[in-house]
């Protein structure tokens, strides 16, 4: 597809302390090496690619961020250029004390024993790809099973046909991949995602369902109606932070675990509810942690003891944070039986994910009816993983050896 485009053309990073680009080609495969190497030098990186902005890279300097709504703003949520265009997508996109409003208002269709019901539906639908690579001996576990599993989850919540499952991740690619060095594009990205759903809306105002489409559609906070656009942001919110994030994280999983056969057997050893598995899915949640935010400076303050000025932009690299020596006894391994892990993937302070719930039962679901059929697959290394760069990091193909 062709767009118009204003993309900035910048030179390849040399230089990650001063000149730090999250959209540089060696972010996706690098990123852990990248934090650790910055860390090593100092707690706060800068680049001007995007104005002036900053990068957190340890857990002091990230948590004093994500908790500091007075001098940071969630008003710009992704570090881009500061002319891009931006939409509200409350309850990510606010501030207090508008925020705790929006979040109330989605927050019971996310509790645990909501998101406990599409337990089985989703183990269903990760047999029926399972059971589409019947006769294989290969895969791709990024492109024929991790990217649908997420899409399905948000549609049977939302109420969307999954038919535009195509269609959500042409959005996703270019919002995320695109979109932040391109306004042209971001621009045309949303206007197209602001049409569905405003029609998607207009559909549940005339014909109500039991789904969060219906739930947003007749929205009201204080007894007044929800405007239409901050409705329109809302459904946005649950298509951009619900689909790619997860598959993220379960494609790190499988990407990690296709290349550590004792790992796998530890886990196919043990059944379903054994805390095995409950501490190896927050050991990927934490190693590969796919999801960095961004905030605008609001007020001049410090970061790490490195001065941030009124209308610069930070990222909240929870990542980062996650692989910090100082937060992590041997930060760098992958423990699958790490017991003490409070890591940060989920994000810190108000604005802590609201799909963690379903993001867990996801990532787990998937990975154990994939180890339950395939327990010998592995990487097949000759073939080049990419990584995605950016907001939402994770790998874009998975090339396997299912052995069965
Ligand atoms: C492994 C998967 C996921 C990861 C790592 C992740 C990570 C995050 C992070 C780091 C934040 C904090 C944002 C900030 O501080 O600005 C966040 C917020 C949020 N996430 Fe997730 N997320 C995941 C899956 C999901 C899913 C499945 C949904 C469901 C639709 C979801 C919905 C949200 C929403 C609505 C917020 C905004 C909460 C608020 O502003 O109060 N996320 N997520």
Known sequence: MAYDTDEQDLPPVTDWVNDWDWLDDQWGPNAIDIWNEVREQCPVATTERYGRAHMPVTMEAVSE?????????????????????????????????????????????FSPKKIALMEDDLRQFCRSLIADLDGAERADAAEQYSQHIP????CQLLGVPESDADMFRDWIFRNFQIGPRDNAVKQQVQEEMDAYHEQKLNERLL???????????????????????????????????????????????????????????????VPNDDMLWNTATEEVLRYYAPVTMGRKVIADTEVGGCPVRAGEQTLLTFPAANHDPAAFEDADEFRIDRAKNRHVAFGLGIHRCLGSNLARLELTVALQEWLRAFPDYELDTHTETTWANGQIRGPRNIPVLLNR
């Open 207 to 269: 014909d109500p369902k039991d789904d969060l489409l219906t739930l947003i559609a007749h929205a009201e906070i204080d007894g007044e109606p929800v405007s239409m656009e901050l409705k329109k942001g809302y459904v946005g919110l649950q298509i951009i932070a619900g689909i790619d994030t997860t598959w993220s994280a379960i494609g790190s999983g499988l990407w990690h675990f296709g290349q550590h056969a004792d790992q796998r057997g530890a886990l196919v050893a």
């Open 65 to 109: 961020v994500a908790h500091d709504t007075e001098h940071f703003s969630s008003i710009f949520v992704s570090v881009a250029r500061p002319d891009a265009p931006r939409r509200p997508a409350p309850p990510i996109t606010s501030d207090p004390p508008d925020h705790h409003a929006h979040r109330r208002l989605l927050l019971p269709s």
């Open 151 to 154: 899409v399905h989850g948000i």
